[in-house]
T-cell receptor
Framework: GESVGLHLPTLSVQEGDNSIINCAYS??????FIWYKQESGKGPQFIID?????DKRQGQRVTVLLNKTVKHLSLQIAATQPGDSAVYFC????????????FGKGTTLSVSS | KAGVTQTPRYLIKTRGQQVTLSCSPI?????VSWYQQTPGQGLQFLFE???????NKGNFPGRFSGRQFSNSRSEMNVSTLELGDSALYLC??????????????FGSGTQLSVL
């Protein structure tokens, strides 16, 4: 079946380190992927997205890499800060509009100073 | 611009009751989606509404229903509540002016506890 999963449930890093959060997806037909950040007591917040015709996309301190050959996504956060502590989810779309999403289980990132 | 507003923030119900949750999307957004979040199952898509019509539906029983009003506000209803319905229910809105890859904006959710 279709599913999006994350390799590690938790990741602990020191402030200033670079963080890498991984995600594997199973639907080779998926063409749009998104990373969300969810802080305690809040809903998921959009971080960055990537379409299947791209391998890499960069934002402010974040980079998403897509490897379609092995159906793998990763989110890289540069110079991780305590404010980056949250649960990170990858998601793929069920519909063309991108409004129906399959979410992975999430990785909890803890940043210590 | 105000974000997505969900009410109530917390709700306690007993088994067998029904519940209605409300969502006001960002002004100008025409699509509203609902998700259920639990520690065991994670975030799961319930349904999406656009122009007062259900456009997509996830794999949930018929006890879960929703609707959208002409002002894009949406409600979801769960009838005959079960203990397993205890969850954070999240609403997300999007502009829905294009045909693909809409960015979703989530509310803070309604935490439902079924006793």
């Amino acid at each position: 079946g279709e599913s999006v999963g994350l390799h590690l449930p938790t990741l602990s890093v020191q402030e200033g380190d670079n963080s890498i959060i991984n995600c594997a997806y199973s639907n080779s037909a998926s063409d749009y992927f998104i990373w969300y950040k969810q802080e305690s007591g809040k809903g998921p917040q959009f971080i960055i997205d990537i379409r299947s015709n791209m391998d890499k996309r960069q934002g402010q301190r974040v980079t998403v890499l897509l490897n379609k050959t092995v159906k793998h996504l990763s989110l890289q956060i540069a110079a991780t800060q305590p404010g980056d502590s949250a649960v990170y989810f990858c998601a793929e779309t069920l519909n063309q509009a991108g409004t129906a999403l399959i979410f992975g289980k999430g990785t909890t990132l803890s940043v210590s100073s | 611009k105000a974000g997505v507003t969900q009410t109530p923030r917390y709700l306690i119900k007993t088994r067998g009751q029904q519940v209605t949750l409300s969502c006001s999307p960002i002004s100008g957004h025409r699509s509203v989606s609902w998700y259920q979040q639990t520690p065991g199952q994670g975030l799961q898509f319930l349904f999406e509404y656009f122009s007062e019509t259900q456009r997509n539906k996830g794999n949930f029983p018929g006890r879960f229903s929703g609707r959208q009003f002409s002002n894009s506000r949406s409600e979801m209803n769960v009838s005959t509540l079960e203990l397993g319905d205890s969850a954070l229910y999240l609403c997300a809105s999007s502009l829905a002016v294009g045909v693909s890859n809409e960015k979703l904006f989530f509310g803070s959710g309604t935490q439902l506890s079924v006793l």
